[in-house]
T-cell receptor, first 113, second 115 residues
Framework: DQQVKQNSPSLSVQEGRISILNCDYTNSMFDYFLWYKKYPAEGPTFLISISSIKDKNEDGRFTVFLNKSAKHLSLHIVPSQPGDSAVYFCAASGGGGADGLTFGKGTHLIIQP | NAGVTQTPKFRVLKTGQSMTLLCAQDMNHEYMYWYRQDPGMGLRLIHYSVGEGTTAKGEVPDGYNVSRLKKQNFLLGLESAAPSQTSVYFC??????????????FGAGTRLSVL
């Protein structure tokens, strides 16, 4: 049973436009959410996070929005750049289980020139 | 500053063979983790450690053992490899703290094939 779901395996966006990546979760005990970025043959790297007590966190071109009532979060990248092409993983912690992260399956973002 | 280093990068095993994956971090992190990633899947937690000499089970621990004899090293062992353990293995580490522990630093991964 997947607790963190990324329903779009891939997303293609034109350079300069906004990229919106979505994530849904089912475990209401999750209290911290993160986005990781992964290039081929590399490990994931931390991008941005948000606590469950907030609804928005911004860091440069990246903004994460959290809607707790809908159990939904999204990552906005604006403007999108070619270097943003990567797989983006949504992750959550505090689900009442082990001290690690629960990951979604990832969304492959492709930035078109 | 190397961060998190995993060895080896690639390995092919025959069913029933054993091996140890090594993870080393130079950031003085307390927490260390082992994840596996299968095609089309997210990362899943195998085992983790909250400090030297301690280990705990994650979501998919069966068939694996771990040891944390030194703070900077976290070893993942496969005693009798099975084809179902073909995967990419990632090690990660983090600081202590309710929020800090979630910001994990990952190694580049070990690609393991079990024939």
């Amino acid at each position: 049973d997947q607790q963190v779901k990324q329903n779009s395996p891939s997303l293609s966006v034109q350079e300069g436009r906004i990229s919106i990546l979505n994530c849904d979760y089912t475990n209401s005990m999750f209290d911290y959410f993160l986005w990781y970025k992964k290039y081929p043959a590399e490990g994931p790297t931390f991008l941005i996070s948000i606590s469950s007590i907030k609804d928005k966190n911004e860091d440069g071109r990246f903004t994460v929005f959290l809607n707790k009532s809908a159990k939904h979060l999204s990552l906005h990248i604006v403007p999108s750049q070619p270097g943003d092409s990567a797989v983006y993983f949504c992750a959550a912690s505090g689900g009442g289980g082990a001290d690690g992260l629960t990951f979604g399956k990832g969304t492959h973002l492709i930035i078109q020139p | 500053n190397a961060g998190v280093t995993q060895t080896p990068k690639f390995r092919v095993l025959k069913t029933g063979q054993s091996m140890t994956l090594l993870c080393a971090q130079d950031m003085n992190h307390e927490y260390m983790y082992w994840y596996r990633q299968d095609p089309g899947m997210g990362l899943r937690l195998i085992h983790y450690s909250v400090g030297e000499g301690t280990t705990a089970k994650g979501e998919v621990p069966d068939g694996y053992n771990v040891s944390r004899l030194k703070k900077q090293n976290f070893l993942l062992g496969l005693e009798s490899a099975a084809p179902s353990q073909t995967s990419v293995y990632f090690c990660a580490s983090s600081y202590v703290g309710a929020e800090a522990k979630n910001i994990q630093y990952f190694g580049a991964g070990t690609r393991l094939s079990v024939l």
